[in-house]
Nanobody
Framework: QVRLVESGGGLVQAGGSLRLSCAASGSIFRTYTMGWFRQAPGKEREFVAAISWSGGDIYYADSVKGRFAVSGDGAKNTMYLQMNSLKPEDTAVYYC?????????????????WGKGTLVTVSS
């Protein structure tokens, strides 16, 4: 069993930065993919970024490419999402996710483990 706990959300002005963390307890194997989804009020949960825990592949949604960076620290079992140049449309609850596969996260239905989420609010 894997438990994921997010931290680092908050209120920031447009153009600012935040770094989210996701601490995993339990065994995260090199065959796993970890990543982030987000869900804005009234919208569906959408993919943001993912990283294969073997370190080989990183994926981003087009809407965050060039602004967000996902990374992982295997020794600490912790994943990060550095968010720069934030926009009001980035406002959402951000969820940490893990999938027992090394070929990406897939859609929300493919995720095996979820965190409870952390709220990011970007003011204009």
């Amino acid at each position: 069993q894997v438990r994921l706990v997010e931290s680092g959300g908050g209120l920031v002005q447009a153009g600012g930065s935040l770094r989210l963390s996701c601490a995993a307890s339990g065994s995260i194997f090199r065959t796993y993919t970890m990543g982030w989804f987000r869900q804005a009020p009234g919208k569906e949960r959408e993919f943001v970024a993912a990283i294969s825990w073997s370190g080989g592949d990183i994926y981003y949604a087009d809407s965050v490419k060039g602004r967000f960076a996902v990374s992982g620290d295997g020794a600490k079992n912790t994943m990060y999402l550095q968010m720069n140049s934030l926009k009001p449309e980035d406002t959402a609850v951000y969820y940490c996710a893990a999938r027992r596969s090394n070929i990406g996260l897939g859609g929300p239905g493919s995720v095996d483990y979820w965190g409870k989420g952390t709220l990011v609010t970007v003011s204009s």
